[in-house]
């Protein structure tokens, strides 16, 4: 079974993130408050959101730009 946090530190989670400060910053300022804590917290305090898209961006380097660019020009 899961520890509730204290109300006090319910509000301050809420007032952190309603000020836009990182994940990163919040857990600094509260001591041993886990990211997925802190998640939880955030759909509960504000379930609509705007959330990341999950996992790694997709980035195009510069050279693949460039093969990819060439390779097209080549097949027109």
Known sequence: ????????????????????????QVMERIPGLKKSTLGRYANKFFPNRMKAAPGRRATIGETTKSYIRRQYELQS
Not at 2 to 9: D, F, L, M, N
Not at 10 to 23: D, K, P
């Open 1 to 24: 079974m899961t520890r509730t946090i204290s109300k006090s530190v319910q509000n301050q989670i809420q007032l952190l993130l309603a000020s836009n400060v990182t994940y990163e």
